[in-house]
């Protein structure tokens, strides 16, 4: 991926999280994302997820929803979307949870906007896929969710040039 594109001025810098079935990965990213955008003061960072092959209307996994609970978040009223060229030229920036999911994106047109979440990520070891925890328990979740908020502020790390207010 190339260096992200500036906001457009006056206009909000729009994050969309990929991942397969929209329940787990990709709304536990948005949820820590939005959180930390606030906690940056960025009120202009609209932030959303979607799935490459998701049940639209499908809610949030209950771990899912227990373990960003844990941190204060809130998923009870997550309604999965399935990924569709709509969104893909909503987004300024498509972040994927593996390889997979930065392709179906490109091949709907997000060309380098694309991402791999884990490529923000410095250091021996980082990078891959984010971990599924479909299907898991609780406590795979919550490593999950450990996973994606290293990752998720490592992406906002590498926006605050342009999205700094």
Known sequence: MSEPTPARPGESYRLLFLCTGNTC???????????????RGWEHVEVRSAGVTAFPGAPAADPAVAAVAERGLDLS??????????????????????????????????GEKAALLTDFLSGPGQGG???????ADLDTYRATLEQLSGAVDALLDR???ILSP
């Open 129 to 135: 896929a984010v971990a599924d925890p479909f299907g």
């Open 77 to 110: 009223g997550h309604a999965a979307s399935q990924l569709d060229e709509e969104a893909v030229a909503w987004a300024d920036l498509v972040a994927g949870m593996s390889p997979a999911h930065v392709s179906a994106a490109r091949e709907l047109g997000a």
């Open 25 to 39: 990965r990709s709304p536990m990213a948005a949820a820590l994302a939005r959180a930390a955008a606030a906690g």
């Open 159 to 161: 926006l605050e040039p």
